[in-house]
């Protein structure tokens, strides 16, 4: 059994820039699994460019990332979903062509590995495999309550459903890594609610799960530590409580808000 | 590029359109299959020979329709794949003397792998873009063909005689095999619709960024799909050569291929039996009904594809219009 | 060593002539490329029915007038013929261009038949009254074709570059091209923009056409197979710029006689194709660009 502390997303003096500017200024991050974490900070502080060197989007031009020891330099972020480092997207990125369902049985297809063969054939071991990606996929879609939507197209659906079917189709796959981008961004309050709870319920001691996040009441409430991230460097660093009563982040963070 | 994925507009009916559709074309190919098995015991054999080739078109049609479907690209070089089938059964048949229980499989085989090969250089290329280069892979064939004369019989082209079962009235078999073939593709790609492989792919030509996050790779997604398509084009040469009887280096030229790509969007880039039909058909109709004229034939299939494209531009707007009238009335 | 030269100049010299002829055919590709993102697949074939219609309006078949009329005309034709294309096909260009790619492959086949309704699928030969002498000068031997070649070729985009440089329609061409939704909101009528390139482009693949003619025969391939040149010359300059086009329009000329002279007459297709798939790959935006300004 593998030592649980060592299983977390690490990040050791990443450094980012475009053409000059620096974007991200040497962070040192940790994201430990069983806990939730979240990344706040005004618009333009270097959130989603971090997020994106995580998930191998981009390449930081210094700095390590790691995950349970094992270093993701280099690696594509096709071949950082094979180790369960998955994300969910800001802007809906689902199939038109595609049901909801059939959606998220995308988020575990890495997880089955039958041949072309059973793609083309009826095959015995390709309809048992795509049962099992539907069972798992309608599982996850019940998981945040949107089983009626199974066999709807998405251009049925309204955005604030659309973001749960983009969760449900992270979650489905069982990650390690659970990359959130703006989860609640068009969600009304009560969606809000539903998926606070689960994605709480979500959490299990292998989890490592990071949440950039606008909705301040979501991230105090949800997060088990916090990052705050202001022009690509971390003004503070703790428990939700903690980075409240921080008069720096209250001073550039949320004073900013009432502005 | 990736900002701007490709969209064909008609290509998504709303759902309950599709539904309907989708029960429709299930029993309908199974009705159409029936009515093509003993189709030869009503018509005449000038005309089984036709409607042979007909099913070999068919299968092209489908090649750059699932190319426009899955990949959301314009392929204008399916010619060469085709070329890559065809020659595969007469070259095997003519100088080996193996029938096509050797020869499809290899067809199948060298399709796709001229197909992954060439999406690879091209991978980063969509759009236009890649269009203009499947032109040029459509230039390159003749001159391929008629300059290894020694193998491909250069411009005289080569006759492909030797039948699947001996003894069988060719005739017969120059239909049925290319049927076979025309239905088990057919029948392939709609399991492939529902495979894995499937929907990660259809994902990748809307979200290439997203489908990258789970795990299929664009470059990947980009071979599969024209591997995939590049071996239906191969299957439609092979048919090409066995149902037709002859090949020769005119039969893929460039305007082989934009006619391929004009059955496709008439049949509205259908992967059904039936729309892959209408698409043979009027690959291989046409020329039929205009042969005493034959300047007439591109001016024809110029005006079809206008015709279609401009039907599939206004139709849904007419629909709309015709609904907001209905509604206010 | 000696040897090597003696051909390679004659080489490079009628490569980079017949290269001017290959950038006027790729200027006009790119000049509808750059104001409505559609790849014009009919250019060669109706540039093709223009020169038959030259021969026909000068020759008899059609009507017998004077060289320099029947040109007058036919320019009049096929002005008509891209005003007709643009009207058909403006309603997709705002829908998308792939489509509208797809519909000129239409106007393509159209062109096609009607050539060959019209004037049947025979050669024939059409003389241009160009001035027949030749001088040597350093051993290369130069000829009243190739300076009318390079005269015409000078002029025309001398003129062209002066129309878009200068002229209030240039400007809002280029307005357009650098970005049509900014140009539209200022208030640029996009239609006539895309119009004026349309009829630009048909009236350069006329002259290109013209000029090609002499070199070979005429028949309904001619013309589209010299506009397959021009569409690598516009990918090598990445089919958005017309400076680019020019340079990939001499490169591929001289590429090409250096490859039917020196490696394989046959297999020149073949060769255009690895260059176009290397051009794409190499320079996706064109030889061109600028380093790291890649569109992503």
Redesign the interface.
């Known amino acids: 059994m593998m030592d649980v502390a060592t299983k977390s997303l690490t990040g050791q003096g990443i450094a980012l820039s475009f053409g000059g500017i620096e974007v991200l200024k040497g962070l040192d991050v940790e994201f430990r699994a069983g806990e939730i974490t979240g990344l706040i900070g005004p618009n333009g502080a270097g959130k989603t460019s971090l997020f994106n060197c995580l998930t191998g989007a981009y390449h930081p031009q210094k700095g390590a990332i790691s995950y349970a020891g094992h270093s993701l330099e280099g690696l594509p972020p096709a071949a950082r979903a094979q180790k369960g480092i998955v994300r969910s997207f800001q802007h809906v990125a689902l199939s038109p062509d595609l049901t909801v369902l059939e959606n998220v049985m995308i988020g575990v297809a890495r997880n089955y590995h039958s041949g072309w063969l059973h793609a083309f054939l009826p095959t015995v071991r390709g309809r048992h495999e795509k049962a099992e990606m539907r069972a798992d996929a309608e599982r996850a879609l019940a998981e945040l309550g949107l089983a009626k939507a199974a066999d709807k197209m998405p251009s049925e659906l309204p955005p604030g459903m659309l973001r749960l079917v983009e969760i449900a189709r992270a979650i489905v796959g069982r990650p390690a890594v659970l990359m959130l981008d703006e989860p609640a961004a068009g969600l009304n309050n009560s969606e809000t609610r539903d998926l606070m709870r689960s994605l709480s319920a979500l959490a299990s001691p292998d989890l490592v799960m990071v949440v950039v996040e606008h909705d301040m009441d979501l991230v105090m409430s949800i997060c088990d530590r916090i990052y705050v991230l202001n022009f690509g460097a971390f003004v503070a660093c703790g428990t939700p409580a903690e980075v409240r009563s921080n008069e720096e982040v209250v001073r550039i963070y949320l004073g900013s808000d009432d502005d | ?3 701007h994925p ?4 008609a290509v998504h009916p709303p759902l309950p359109e599709r539904l309907r559709e989708l029960v429709a074309s299930d029993l309908g190919s199974y009705v159409l299959a029936v009515v093509l098995i003993v189709l030869p015991l009503l018509v005449s054999g000038s005309w089984m020979f036709a409607i042979g080739v007909c099913f070999a078109n068919a299968i092209g049609v489908l090649a750059v329709s699932f190319l426009v479907r899955y990949g959301g690209e ?1 392929s ?1 070089g399916h010619a060469f794949f085709a070329a890559v089938g065809a020659y595969s059964v007469a070259i095997l048949d003519t100088r080996f003397g193996l029938s096509l229980l050797v020869s499809v499989p290899l067809a199948l085989v060298l399709g796709v792998v001229t197909g992954v090969a060439f999406a690879w ?2 991978r ?2 969509s ?3 890649l ?3 499947t ?3 459509a ?2 064939v ?3 063909i ?2 290894t004369d020694a193998l491909t019989g250069g411009y005289e082209g080569l006759y492909v005689s030797k039948p699947l079962i001996p003894g069988l009235p060719m005739s017969f078999q120059r239909y049925y095999v290319a049927l076979a073939v025309l239905i088990a593709v057919v029948f392939a790609l709609a399991r492939f619709r529902h495979s894995r492989q499937g929907l990660t792919i259809l994902l990748s030509k809307a979200h290439p960024a997203a489908a990258d996050a789970f795990g299929t790779r664009q470059v990947w997604a980009r071979c599969a799909v024209l591997g995939i398509s590049g071996g239906i084009a191969a299957l439609c040469g092979a048919m090409l050569a066995f149902a037709g009887s002859t090949v020769s280096p005119s039969g893929f030229t460039l305007w082989s291929s ?1 006619f391929l ?2 059955g496709s ?1 008439v049949s509205f880039y259908g992967l059904t039996l039936a729309r892959a039909l209408i698409g043979g058909a009027f690959l291989t109709l046409v020329p039929q009904f205009l042969s005493a ?14 015709g279609m ?2 039907l ?3 139709l849904p707007r007419l629909k709309e219009m015709m609904a907001r009238h209905g509604g206010t009335a | 060593m000696n040897d090597v030269l003696r051909d390679l100049f004659p080489l490079a010299w009628s490569g980079m002539i017949t290269g001017c002829l290959y950038a006027l055919g790729a200027m006009g590709l790119v000049m509808i ?1 750059k104001s409505s ?3 014009n ?1 009919s250019h060669g074939n109706v540039a093709g029915f223009a020169a038959f219609l030259i021969y026909g309006f000068s020759s008899g078949v059609l009507l017998d007038l004077s060289w320099g009329a029947a040109v007058l005309l036919t320019i009049v034709a096929v002005v008509a013929i891209a005003c007709l294309t643009y009207a ?1 096909i403006a ?2 260009v705002f ?5 509208a ?3 000129t ?10 050539t ?2 019209i004037f ?2 025979d050669i024939v030969s059409l003389d241009l009254p160009i001035p027949r002498f030749s001088t040597s000068v350093l051993g290369l031997r130069i000829t009243g074709y190739d300076l009318t070649v390079l005269g015409v070729a000078i002029v025309t985009i001398g003129a062209l570059f002066f129309v878009i440089d200068y002229t209030k329609l240039g400007i809002a061409f280029r307005a357009i091209s650098e970005n049509s939704f900014a140009a539209e909101v200022c208030g640029l009528n996009l239609r006539s923009i895309h119009l004026f390139s349309w009829v630009v482009a048909a009236v350069l693949g006329v002259v290109g056409a013209l000029l090609i003619v002499p070199t070979t025969f005429l028949s309904v391939t001619t013309v589209a197979a010299f506009m ?1 040149q021009a ?2 010359a516009a ?1 090598i300059g990445g ?1 958005a710029s017309l400076p680019g086009s020019l340079i990939g329009g001499i490169l591929i000329g001289v590429l090409m006689n250096l490859f039917t002279f020196y490696v394989s007459p ?5 060769f ?2 690895c260059i ?2 290397l051009a ?2 190499i320079f ?1 935006n064109g030889i061109l660009a600028r380093v790291g300004g890649s ?2």
Request: proline letters at 5%; a neutral charge.
């Open positions: 590029m990736s900002d490709v969209t064909i507009k314009v204008i250089p091209s980063k290329l759009g236009i873009y269009a203009v280069s032109m040029a892979l230039l390159a003749p001159e391929l008629n300059n934009i790509l004009v969007v004229s034959g300047a007439w034939i591109p001016v024809f299939y110029g005006l079809a594809l206008l494209i401009l599939g531009h206004y | 490329f993102r559609v790849v697949f058909v309603p997709l829908d998308s261009d792939l489509t790619t797809i519909a492959l239409g106007i393509g086949l159209i062109a096609q038949g009607a060959l309704l049947g699928a397959l569409f690598a990918v089919f046959q297999f020149s297709s073949t255009l194709l176009i798939l794409l790959n996706p569109r992503v």
